[in-house]
């Protein structure tokens, strides 16, 4: 069983920035893909950024120029998304994911006007 645990979630002004990380542990799978969705109140949830074993990137539409993705390159077990220039739109519970199947329980980012 993979385990998946967020952190580095918080309140920061528009125009600020955070780093998420999400940490496997229990069953390791060093070549699973590795992203981050997130979901606001009221809407669905969406993609911010993945990256593959491999280390392609790709990024929802909303977040790109300002967020990065990036991988532990020595185990790469744990994944980080840096958030630069925040909005107030940016503003949800992240959630990272290992291959779409295992879910961490989420971070809550508030980015306040």
């Known amino acids: 069983q993979v385990q998946l645990a967020e952190s580095g979630g918080g309140l920061v002004q528009a125009g600020g920035s955070l780093r998420l990380s999400c940490a496997q542990s229990?069953?390791?799978?060093?070549?699973?893909?590795m992203g981050w969705y997130r979901q606001a109140p009221g809407n669905q949830r969406e993609l911010v950024a993945y990256?593959?074993?491999?280390?392609?990137?790709?990024y929802g539409d909303s977040v790109k120029g300002r967020f990065t993705i990036s991988r532990d390159n020595a185990k790469k077990t744990t994944v980080y998304l840096q958030m630069n220039s925040l909005k107030p739109e940016d503003t949800a519970v992240y959630y990272c994911t290992a291959a779409g199947v295992h879910w961490g329980q989420g971070t809550q980012v508030t980015v306040s006007s």
């Open positions: 990256i593959t074993s491999g280390g392609d990137t790709n």
């Open positions: 229990g069953s390791i799978f060093y070549f699973y893909d």
